[in-house]
């Protein structure tokens, strides 16, 4: 399990390193599904979009960047850990082992929202 993130598929001003290397992590995640397929190895990615943390928790409650992402994000907010945490949870106990080589987004629809 791969964690990526949705800037991998955005243009972010001042971001070309980050974007790079988040995008750079959904080809490895292609190239070893297809590599270790043989050996019945999956291999996935999650990218989260913004996720409120313990570093950045005061930000993502009030202020500037806060008013940003309840314009943003279409569930009108941030994500947790813990969302994220169930995803990775669901991918490893599901039925889904034929998955493997894709980028699962897990942003609130911000990375696709116009």
């Not at 990218?47 to 009030?62: F, K």
């Not at 309840?70 to 169930?86: C, W």
Request: charged letters at 20%; glycine letters at 12%.
């Amino acid at each position: 399990m791969n964690i990526g993130s949705f800037f991998d598929k955005l243009g972010v001003k001042r971001n070309l390193a980050y974007c790079a290397s988040k995008a750079a992590v959904g080809a490895i995640t292609r190239c070893l599904a297809v590599e270790w397929a043989g050996q019945d190895i999956r291999v996935l990615d999650v990218a989260p979009g913004y996720i409120e943390t313990d570093l950045n928790a005061d930000a993502m409650r009030s202020g500037p960047l806060r008013a940003y992402l309840e314009k943003r994000i279409p569930s009108g907010r941030p994500g947790t850990a813990l969302d994220v945490a169930n995803l990775v949870g669901a991918l490893y106990s599901s039925g889904a082992g034929f998955m493997s080589g894709e980028t699962l987004y897990i942003d609130g629809a911000q990375g696709i929202a116009h």
